[in-house]
């Protein structure tokens, strides 16, 4: 579904920092997920952050959570060619327990 | 360490035609799900089975079923399959939890003629 959102594309100069942002809709979600899906393959999951956490760290990834806007974004420090795929942002609706998925930002690592 | 294993990989069949998706995990996992990943719209739930003996739809499960034959396997099927079925279908498998992060098949790349 498509009450997550994120920007589609994303063109980023390798060694740069990439910021992928994503909005979603259920203030009551107690995690927010990253996935990364590389060309051909399933999704995997990157990083997540628990709804009481502000920022998270994680080597090269920063995940930073404004729950009163229902932000999420996710930095990649020092952007390498590796990093080129899709990210998705996922939420856990509160009434289900189910993931809903935005439509992923695919994220482009030019020389 | 397999992990979720589908099969097949590729699929080509032609409108009206039916066929069955393949899905086992190696993980003791209770939960398994099915999604649909279309470009532009992120991935979509069909059916999942939070613990062996249960199915349920999820946001798309129109045309398909669904069959948990046993805590490893979890099968999607498609009676008479249509172009607006043309997709790439994961399976996807987590813990007891559901707030556990999911573990994700390779894919199944469907084409509906």
């Known amino acids: 579904g498509e009450d997550v959102e994120q920007s589609l594309f994303l063109s980023v100069r390798e060694g740069d920092s990439s910021v992928i942002n994503c909005t979603y809709t259920d203030s009551s979600s107690t995690y927010l997920y990253w996935y990364k899906q590389e060309p051909g393959a399933g999704l995997q999951l990157l990083t997540y952050?628990?709804?009481?956490?502000d920022m998270k760290q994680d080597q090269r990834l920063t995940v930073l959570l404004n729950k009163k806007d229902k932000h999420l974004s996710l930095r990649i420090a020092d952007t390498q060619t590796g990093d080129s795929a899709i990210y998705f942002c996922a939420e856990i609706l509160s009434n289900d327990y189910k993931l809903s998925f935005g439509a992923g930002t695919t994220v482009t690592v030019r020389a | 360490n397999a992990g979720v294993t589908q099969t097949p990989k590729f699929q080509v069949l032609k409108t009206g035609q039916s066929m069955t998706l393949q899905c086992a995990q190696d993980?003791?996992?209770?939960?398994m799900y099915w999604y649909r990943q279309d470009p532009g719209m992120g991935l979509r739930l069909i059916y999942y089975?939070?613990?062996?003996?249960?199915?349920d739809k999820g946001e798309v499960p129109n045309g398909y079923n669904v069959s948990r034959l046993n805590k490893r396997e979890f099968s999607l099927r498609l009676e008479s399959a249509a172009p607006s079925q043309t997709s790439v279908y994961f399976c996807a498998s987590s813990g007891w939890d559901m707030n556990e992060k999911l573990f994700f098949g390779s894919g199944t790349q469907l084409s509906v003629l």
């Open positions: 089975s939070a613990s062996e003996g249960t199915t």
């Open positions: 993980m003791n996992h209770n939960s």
């Open positions: 952050i628990f709804s009481n956490m």
